[in-house]
């Protein structure tokens, strides 16, 4: 089956720093990355839609300024949380979706990263 | 407004025990997919099942059996003999976009508790 490896699993940085998260498609092209986050005891939200080689769409009320994703591959794409703040701190997971042959694959979620800013 | 709603927060019940959860969604659309997700304390999403909107037949999977109906606009969840295992967060999502977009809805989440 797809699967898509996300990491890091969790990651601590100081305020103000910069952190960079990885999900790569392993075993088929992902044309398109989704970039959910998690705060607390709460649901999933949609941050940003990514297709490869184009620049991603963000949800309203997220900062693209901040929140930086690049695909630039069909089988990565990165987020990264700039100048990062403890209201920040969340977990982060991302789905893909693409192809590989004829088989269509979807909703393939990584494993997450749980960013704690402090 | 939201698109899929899960009415309970949290359940909590005894090992063995049948346990429901309910999930109601809102779309125009006439092609939509719904979802179950499993989230253990670990945070992954475990994929459970996904219902096109054409697909009315209820589902059973081991302990596990859905119930959709789309009367009532519910896709709602079982786990009949419930086990310690089972604990964990549970999401209905929902995606009414076409088979080339994968953008899902998620539902608030239940919280299960199986207690030994």
């Known amino acids: 089956g797809a699967v898509v490896s996300q990491h890091p699993s969790w990651v601590i940085c100081k305020s103000g720093t910069s952190v960079k998260i990885e999900c790569r498609s392993l075993?088929?092209?992902?044309?398109?990355m989704f970039w959910y986050r998690q705060f607390p005891k709460q649901s999933l939200m949609l941050m940003a839609t990514?297709?490869?080689?184009?620049?991603?769409?963000?949800e309203q009320g997220v900062e693209k300024d901040k929140f930086l994703i690049n695909h630039a591959s069909l089988t990565l794409s990165t987020l990264t949380v700039t100048s990062a703040h403890p209201e920040d701190s969340s977990f982060y997971i991302c789905?893909?979706?693409?192809?590989?042959?004829?088989?269509?694959?979807?909703?393939?979620f990584g494993s997450g990263t749980r960013l704690t800013v402090v | 407004a939201q698109k899929v709603t899960q009415a309970q927060t949290e359940i909590s019940v005894v090992e063995k025990e049948d346990v429901t959860l309910d999930c109601v969604y809102e779309?125009?659309?006439?092609?939509?997919?719904l979802f179950w997700y499993k989230q253990p304390p670990s945070g992954e999403l475990v994929f459970l099942i996904r219902?096109?909107?054409?697909?009315?037949q209820n589902e059973i999977s081991g302990r596990y059996s859905w119930n959709f109906q789309k009367s009532t606009s519910s896709f709602n969840f079982t786990i009949t003999a419930s086990q310690v295992v089972d604990s964990a967060v549970y999401f209905c999502?929902?995606?009414?976009?076409?088979?080339?977009?994968?953008?899902?809805?998620f539902g608030a989440g239940t919280t299960v508790t199986v207690r030994a």
């Open positions: 999502a929902l995606s009414e976009s076409p088979l080339n977009d994968y953008k899902l809805s």
């Open positions: 779309t125009r659309d006439t092609t939509y997919y």
């Open positions: 789905s893909a979706q693409g192809t590989e042959g004829a088989h269509y694959y979807g909703y393939t």
């Open positions: 219902r096109n909107s054409f697909d009315e």
């Open positions: 990514s297709n490869e080689g184009s620049k991603a769409t963000y």
């Open positions: 075993d088929f092209q992902a044309t398109t």
